[in-house]
Nanobody
Framework: QVQLQESGPGLVKPSQTLSLTCTVSGGSITTSYYYWSWIRQPPGKGLEWMGTIAYDGSTYYSPSLKSHTSISRDTSKNQFSLQLSSVTPEDTAVYYC???????????????WGQGTQVTVSS
């Protein structure tokens, strides 16, 4: 059974770049037709899909976040990462990594989730 674990700093200053890593075990991030995403949930709000990196390295981003979001991967470590630049306090949220596939919506039907990590943007 695949397991996902988020890691990264819990506190980021405004205007800096938020960087998180998702370490995957029990399955390879290069296995065909699986898609690996970042989702966040600000306090008191719903889940927001941020972006996805596919098994073949293709990336897809939320239009509202695309200008300052980047998702990459390290296949040797079986990890994928999120970078969110120029953060503001509105980027404070619990950040999740998740997997979708091999069928269904690759950016919406998540069958496996990490436990989530709280990131606070504050000076």
């Amino acid at each position: 059974q695949v397991q996902l674990q988020e890691s990264g700093p819990g506190l980021v200053k405004p205007s800096q770049t938020l960087s998180l890593t998702c370490t995957v075990s029990g399955g390879s991030i290069t296995t065909s037709y699986y898609y690996w995403s970042w989702i966040r949930q600000p306090p008191g709000k719903g889940l927001e899909w941020m972006g996805t990196i596919a098994y073949d390295g293709s990336t897809y981003y939320s239009p509202s976040l695309k200008s300052h979001t980047s998702i990459s991967r390290d296949t040797s470590k079986n990890q994928f990462s999120l970078q969110l630049s120029s953060v503001t306090p509105e980027d404070t949220a619990v950040y999740y990594c998740a997997r979708a596939g091999p069928s269904g919506n690759p950016t919406g039907d998540f069958g496996s989730w990490g436990q989530g990590t709280q990131v606070t943007v504050s000076s």
